[in-house]
């Protein structure tokens, strides 16, 4: 009866040809190693219906209940033995060599190194090559390196569903790859074992789309904030000995962010209008773009994050100011001027109108930024089609855009045209973000023109002029 319950319900050769093989239906799957990762995985093979077995150098130095009951642990040479096809190498690739022992054991078998490297600029082999040296009989596939301990155990569908997979064999790879798909992931399979080193680092790499408009962003607020200490505290010190360092901590950072959001977001549809242009000058979708301009392009997501993150930094520091000490001194300060002299504060129906729209147009920016901000998130903007989200990152972007103008033209309001903007012949710091964000507005309003927009609407659409045309026949 044992031995029916253990036979399959069909033979491999009435089963379908991408069937999984007998070892992965009814598998034994070995891990050697038993630290964090190796638990981890452990619990999402046993999860998905895999019989584990755990194999360590000193089983007794194991805590009970650290692996699940359902786990077996035996010595390294034990769970060797007892794996059908599939070995995974959970240690440190140093150890590697304390295992040259068990070649025989292992032979035939696929190892799956799931190290990562020591360092970003690795030098000779990979952690994977340098295996498959040590085991030339086994069959090595790189995998499950850029999946952390927590996606394991909460599942791939609370984290990156990718596993990126490299070998030189595809009959191990094939194992591999079915093996993940039974465990809920993605298999990306970036081919020969070569590339090993390139996934090998991409666990180490720090936020690398990031790291340009994170840049950008922090020279903007340097530059804004610089702007602020020469013209509003520095200069005044300096030419009329009027002390306003206080205003270090929180008024400049306040005046600088909205500043340095407003550029950023100009920053967002800047490259897409200037390769518009490129493409009505050029007359053809088909030339390609400069190297700097297509990364430009690819890193504007990180900008109108980074554009909302300090909009909304705005936002709440704005909520603070009137919390401040130096706001209650000065309110205090002008009702007992009034209470002294008599006087009444006339009804400044202008100045209430410039408060009320300038406060309102921020209001509405900051919520479609929100908006945004929200649909580039990969779980919302995958349930969009191509169109509505064209539409939110495009349309209500450009209206974000707008909004914030207003807002800072509102805040402005006539001052501009007033010399005492202008203290020590430099203008106020709100007039220069302003002015990149207009351009940006002007060109697309162009662009919006009906002899722009039908011309660029079909070379988008495959046409070209007849100099590109001429000259493709040429080639």
Excluded at 150 to 158: F, I, K, R, V
Aim: aromatic content about 10%; glycine content about 8%.
């Amino acid at each position: 009866m044992a031995e029916d319950m253990t036979t399959p319900l069909l033979s491999d050769s009435e089963g379908p040809a991408d069937a999984l093989p007998v070892c992965l239906t009814s598998p034994t799957v070995a891990i050697l190693g038993s630290g964090d990762f190796a638990r981890s995985l452990a619990l999402r093979l046993v999860a998905s219906g895999v019989r584990v077995v755990v194999g360590s150098r000193c089983v007794n130095r194991i805590p009970s209940g650290l692996f699940p009951d359902a786990v077996e642990l035996r010595n390294q040479e034990g769970a060797v033995s007892q794996a059908v096809c599939l070995v995974f190498m959970a240690l440190f690739p140093e150890h590697y060599c304390s295992l040259l022992g068990l070649q025989s054991a292992l032979a035939g078998k696929v190892l799956v190194d799931v190290s990562n490297a020591a360092e970003m600029n690795i030098h000779g082999l990979s952690n994977a090559e340098r295996l498959a040296e040590l085991f030339p009989n086994s069959l090595v596939v790189k995998g499950f390196n850029t999946v952390s301990t927590w996606e394991l155990q909460t599942g791939a569908h609370d984290g990156s569903r990718q596993v990126l997979i490299c070998s030189n064999s595809t009959e191990g790879k094939k194992k591999v790859v079915q093996l993940a798909r039974q465990m809920g992931f993605h298999p990306v399979d970036m081919g020969g074992l070569s590339a090993a080193r390139e996934i090998e680092v991409a666990p180490l790499r720090l936020l690398p789309s990031w790291s340009g408009p994170v840049v950008v962003t922090f020279l903007l607020f340097l530059f804004f904030y610089g702007y602020g200490v020469l013209l509003g505290i520095l200069l005044p010190f300096l030419a009329q000995g009027h002390n306003a360092f206080y205003r270090l901590a929180l008024d400049l950072v306040n005046e600088s962010l909205p500043a340095v959001a407003l550029v950023t977001l100009a920053l967002v549809y800047f490259p897409g209008l200037f390769a518009a242009w490129l493409q009505l000058w050029s007359g053809t979708k088909y030339r390609r773009f400069p190297s700097w301009l297509d990364n430009w392009l690819q890193r504007r997501k990180q900008l109108g994050l980074l554009s909302f993150l300090g909009a909304a930094l705005h936002g709440v520091y704005s909520l603070c100011l009137p919390l401040r000490r130096i706001s209650l001194h000065r309110i205090v300060n002008t009702a007992y001027k009034q209470v002294k002299a008599g006087t009444e504060e006339p009804w400044d129906e202008l100045g209430v109108w410039r408060s009320e729209l300038y406060l309102s147009c921020g209001v509405l920016g900051l919520g479609v930024l929100s908006l945004l901000a929200v649909t580039s998130l990969p779980s919302v903007g995958n349930t969009l089609n191509w169109r509505e989200f064209t539409f939110v990152q495009s349309g209500l972007g450009y209206i974000a855009l707008t909004l914030s103008i207003m807002h800072t033209l509102f805040f402005g309001w006539d001052f501009a045209f007033h010399i005492e903007a202008y203290p020590f012949y430099m203008p106020p710091s709100y007039l220069l973000a302003v002015v990149l964000p207009c351009i940006v507005l002007v060109c697309r309003c162009f662009l919006l023109l009906p002899c722009i927009f039908t011309r660029l609407t079909r070379i988008r659409r495959g046409w070209e002029s007849k100099r590109n045309f001429a000259l493709h026949r040429l080639r």
